[in-house]
């Protein structure tokens, strides 16, 4: 009974790493606001495109958080990230990636 309980647990662990991963993998790349543009790296930092401001960022247990602050994740597809008490993120297209190499070259030269 204890093996099947700590074999429960540990399949139930390991599923949410894999989930979590796979929401990791989602979030990758260019998101914008209204006002801003965002790079979400694997390293776990999310920087302001062209600007100074980065965060740390990470998900576990489902859960997005940002500079350790845990967000309920609303949505999260490949044109839509929701985060309550955050701004809805839209993918950015690969029109606006060109503008943002055009506007910011050097900060996309070392943020690539």
Known sequence: MVL?????????AAADTASDAALRRKVLGYWKTGRHAY???SD?????V???????WDIR??????????????KLNEKEFDIAGGDL??????????????SFP???????
């Open 44 to 48: 776990g930092i999310r920087y302001m």
């Open 4 to 12: 099947t309980l700590i074999c429960t647990l540990t399949t139930g």
């Open 39 to 41: 790079l979400f790296k």
């Open 89 to 102: 993120l839209e993918r950015c297209s690969e029109k606006h990636i060109e503008q943002y190499k055009a």
């Open 50 to 56: 062209g600007g100074t401001p980065t965060r740390h």
């Open 61 to 74: 247990g489902g859960v997005y958080y940002e500079d350790g602050k845990p967000y309920k994740i609303s």
């Open 106 to 112: 050097d900060w996309m030269k070392e943020h690539q």
